[in-house]
C-alpha cells in the first residue's frame, strides 16, 4: 500500500512536471513563432501621435519620430525624436536593446547639446508621464521572459492562444503579462499586465493591423489603459517605412547631437 | 587658405546635391522675472529680460545648414542685452568625414555641479543660463564615427570673451570690467586647437581629449586703485580625461583636466555619484541623489576643494515636472551656495522655470564674499512657437 502511494505520487509528479514542461515549451514556441515571422525587416520608421487622458478624460498629446534597427546577434536598436509639446522638441531617446542585459540608453538634450546616459534599471517607470513603461516600448527579446502556455480563446472572434510572459528581470514592474495571440497571424491582439501584488494593472490592446512589404504586421494604434489610476495612453502610428537603408550608424550615440 | 579651399569645396558640394530634402524652422520667447533679495544700495533689485531664440536647419543632400540666433534684451543689465548666432554652420561628409564651418555649440563632460573638460565653447555668464548659455564657437571641425568611437579635431581661429554683468547688475564685484588682457601676443587671433576621442565600452562611456589654446575662464584682478576689473586670459595646454559607468540605479563620473595654466602646472578635476531611487513613496516619481567632489588648482576658482550634495526629483507626470537641489561648499566651510531649479510644463506651448542662488561666505574678502549680495530669484516662461 505504501508502495502503491509512492508511486502514485511519482507518477503523479512526472506527470505535473511533465505537463507543466509541455505547457512551458508550447507557450515559448509559439512566443518565439510570433518573433520568428516578423524577421528581416531590417529596418523601419514610423510617425506616433501619443494621446494621455487622465481618469476625468482630460487629454494631453505629443507628437514623435520612431526608427527602428532590426538587431541580429544583440537586441534591436531604437530612436524616438520628440517634435511636441514644444519644452522637448527635439529631445531624442535612444535605446540599444540587450537580449539579456540591461539595455544601454540616452538621451540627447538639445539645449545644452549633451548627450546623456542613463540608468536602464528603471524599466518600470512611465516613458513620457504616459501608461507605458520603458519596459512597454522596448523592443520584445525571447530571451527576456519565461513562457506558459494557457489555453486557447475567441478575442473579439479571432481565434488566439493565450500566453503567459514571465519576466526574467526582477526589476520588471511585473509579475506576469498574459498575451492574447492571434492563432493564424502570429500577432498580438491583447496583452494584460499584473503587477508585482499579482493583480490586474494594465491592459493593452492593439487595433488596426496592417501588412506592410507582403509579411510584417503593425498595428496603427497601441490603446493602454490602466485600471488602477483609470488613466489611459493611446499610439496612434501612421507613415510606416520599411527599408530606408539605416545602419548601425544612424543609431551610434553621437549622431543624437545631428538629430533634427 | 586652407580654410577657404575647403570652403569652396563644400560649396561645390552644396550645389552638386540639390535635390531640396528637409528643413525646419522654430522659435522660442523667454520672458524672465529677477529679483535680487539682498542687492547693495547702489545695485539693481530687480531685472526683467526677453529673449527670442530661433533655430533653424535646411539639408541639401548630405549636407545641412543649421542656425541658432539668440537674440536677447534687458530692461537694466547692459551685460545680459546679447544678438548671437550660437550656432551658424554648414557640415557636409567626405568619405566617412564630416567637416563642419561655422559657429558651433558643443558639449564635453559628465559631470552635474560643473564640467570642468567642457573647453569648446565660451560661456556667456552674464545670462546665467548655465550650460545652455553659451556663446558659438567660430571654428572648422572635423568628426569621424567609427565603430571603435567617434573623433573630433577643432579649430578656432577666435576667441571669444567671457560675459560680464554691469557693474550695478548681478552677479558682479561692482566694478566696471576693463579691456582683456591676454597672455598670447597675438589675443583674440590666437588659434586654439581641441581633439577628442570617445568611446562605449559597455557598462563605460569614456573620453579622452587635448586641447591648446587660450583658457577660456580668465582670471580676474582687481586694478586702477580698486576701481576696476580686468580679465586676464592664460594660455593653456591640457589633457581631459571623462569617464561614466551606468550601473542599475547608480552612475560614477569622472571628469579631470591636467596641464598647464600662465606657465604653471596644474590639475582639476570632479569625482560624482548619482542613485536613483525609483518609484518613491508609492508614486511613480524618480528621486536621484547626487553627491560631487571638485579639485581645481587653478586661480579662476573659489576655492581648490568643493563639495557638493543635491536632490532630484522627477515626477513622470504629465506635466514632465521636475527639481533640482543642489547644495555647495568649501573645504575651509567658509563659502557656500544653495541652487534650486523647478520646471513644469504649462501647455504644449508653454512651460515654466523657477530658479534661486543663494551664494554665503564668512570671510567677506573671498569670491563668495563679493557675490553675497548676488542672491537671484528668476522665474522664466518659456514660450515655443
Same mark, same amino acid.
Given at each position: 500500500? &505504501? ?17 507543466? *514542461? ?24 514610423? %510617425? ?13 498629446? &505629443? ?32 535605446? *540599444?536593446?540587450? %537580449? ?69 528581470? &526582477? ?24 503587477? &508585482? %501584488? ?28 490602466? *485600471? ?33 | ?34 529679483? @535680487? ?40 543689465? #547692459? ?61 572648422? +571641425? ?78 580676474? #584682478? ?55 531611487? @525609483? ?9 536621484? /541623489? ?24 522627477? /515626477?513622470?507626470?504629465?506635466?514632465? +515636472? ?64
Amino acid at each position: 500500500m &505504501r508502495l502503491f502511494i509512492a508511486t502514485s505520487i511519482a507518477i503523479l509528479s512526472s506527470c505535473l512536471l511533465n505537463s507543466s *514542461h509541455a505547457l512551458a515549451d508550447k507557450g515559448l514556441k509559439i512566443a518565439m513563432e510570433v518573433i520568428e515571422r516578423d524577421q528581416g525587416w531590417g529596418d523601419s520608421s514610423s %510617425k506616433m501621435t501619443m494621446v494621455l487622458k487622465d481618469k476625468y478624460g482630460q487629454s494631453t498629446q &505629443r507628437s514623435l519620430r520612431n526608427s527602428s534597427l532590426e538587431g541580429s546577434s544583440q537586441g534591436d536598436k531604437s530612436l524616438v525624436i520628440f517634435d511636441t509639446p514644444g519644452d522637448v522638441r527635439g529631445t531624442a531617446f535612444l535605446s *540599444h536593446t540587450k %537580449k539579456t542585459d540591461s539595455d544601454d540608453q540616452w538621451l540627447y538634450l538639445p539645449a545644452l547639446k549633451r548627450v546623456k546616459r542613463i540608468a536602464s534599471s528603471n524599466k518600470a517607470g512611465p516613458f513620457m508621464g504616459s501608461e507605458f513603461s520603458f519596459e512597454d516600448i522596448a523592443s520584445q527579446e525571447i530571451e527576456k521572459y519565461t513562457y506558459k502556455y494557457l489555453r486557447e480563446e475567441k478575442y473579439n472572434g479571432v481565434d488566439c492562444f493565450v500566453v503567459q510572459y514571465d519576466p526574467v528581470d &526582477r526589476k520588471s514592474g511585473y509579475s506576469v503579462q498574459e498575451t492574447w495571440i492571434d492563432k493564424s497571424k502570429y500577432i498580438v491582439l491583447k496583452t494584460e499586465y499584473y503587477d &508585482r %501584488k499579482k493583480s490586474l494593472l494594465k491592459t493593452l490592446t492593439f487595433d488596426g493591423y496592417k501588412k506592410y512589404k507582403g509579411k510584417f504586421w503593425r498595428a496603427d494604434t497601441f490603446l493602454m489603459v490602466n *485600471h488602477q489610476t483609470g488613466k489611459e495612453t493611446e499610439l496612434q502610428y501612421e507613415n510606416w517605412i520599411f527599408g530606408k537603408g539605416l545602419s548601425e550608424k544612424d543609431f551610434n550615440k553621437n549622431m543624437l547631437k545631428r538629430v533634427k | 587658405m586652407m580654410v577657404r579651399s575647403l570652403l569652396l569645396g563644400i560649396v561645390g558640394v552644396l550645389f552638386a546635391q540639390s535635390a531640396i530634402a528637409d528643413g525646419d524652422l522654430n522659435t522660442t520667447v523667454i520672458a524672465e522675472f529677477r529679483s @535680487y533679495p539682498n542687492s547693495n544700495a547702489g545695485t539693481i533689485d530687480r531685472g526683467q529680460s526677453l529673449e527670442l531664440n530661433v533655430d533653424a536647419y535646411q539639408d541639401f543632400g548630405t549636407s545641412r545648414g543649421v542656425l541658432e540666433l539668440v537674440a536677447r534684451i534687458d530692461d537694466q543689465d #547692459s551685460g545680459r542685452r546679447i544678438l548671437e548666432a550660437r550656432q551658424a554652420y554648414i557640415t557636409t561628409e567626405i568619405g566617412g568625414v564630416e567637416i563642419y564651418i561655422g559657429n558651433r555649440q558643443e558639449f564635453w563632460g559628465k559631470a552635474e555641479s560643473i564640467n570642468i573638460v567642457d573647453v569648446v565653447n565660451q560661456e556667456d555668464a552674464a545670462a546665467d543660463q548655465g550650460g545652455a548659455g553659451k556663446l558659438g564657437a567660430p571654428s572648422v +571641425s572635423i568628426e569621424r564615427y567609427a565603430n571603435y568611437g567617434d573623433l573630433q579635431f577643432w579649430y578656432m581661429p577666435n576667441f571669444r570673451e567671457l560675459t560680464f554683468n554691469d557693474a550695478d547688475a548681478h552677479p558682479s564685484g561692482e566694478l566696471p570690467v576693463k579691456a582683456a588682457r591676454y597672455q598670447r601676443s597675438l589675443g583674440r587671433n590666437a588659434d586654439d586647437f581641441a581633439f577628442r576621442f570617445s568611446t562605449v565600452v559597455n557598462d563605460w562611456d569614456l573620453a579622452g581629449s587635448l586641447f591648446y589654446g587660450t583658457a577660456r575662464k580668465p582670471i580676474l #584682478s582687481v586694478v586702477d586703485m580698486g576701481t576696476a576689473l580686468q580679465p586676464y586670459y592664460a594660455e593653456q595646454r591640457s589633457v581631459g580625461l571623462e569617464a561614466q559607468y551606468t550601473g542599475d540605479a547608480t552612475l560614477l563620473k569622472w571628469e579631470s583636466l591636467h596641464g598647464k595654466q600662465d606657465g604653471k602646472d596644474f590639475f582639476a578635476a570632479v569625482a560624482g555619484l548619482e542613485y536613483t531611487l @525609483y518609484g518613491v513613496l508609492d508614486q511613480v516619481w524618480d528621486l536621484g /541623489l547626487i553627491a560631487e567632489a571638485q579639485y581645481d588648482e587653478r586661480p579662476q576658482v573659489a576655492a581648490e576643494r568643493f563639495y557638493v550634495a543635491g536632490l532630484r526629483l522627477t /515626477l513622470n507626470d504629465a506635466k514632465d +515636472s521636475s527639481l533640482l537641489l543642489l547644495t555647495s561648499q568649501d573645504e575651509a566651510k567658509d563659502q557656500s551656495l544653495i541652487s534650486f531649479d523647478a520646471s513644469q510644463r504649462i501647455n504644449s506651448w508653454s512651460s515654466i522655470d523657477v530658479g534661486a542662488k543663494f551664494f554665503d561666505a564668512k570671510t567677506p574678502s573671498s569670491v563668495f564674499g563679493f557675490l553675497d549680495d548676488d542672491d537671484t530669484i528668476s522665474v522664466k516662461l518659456n514660450m515655443f512657437f
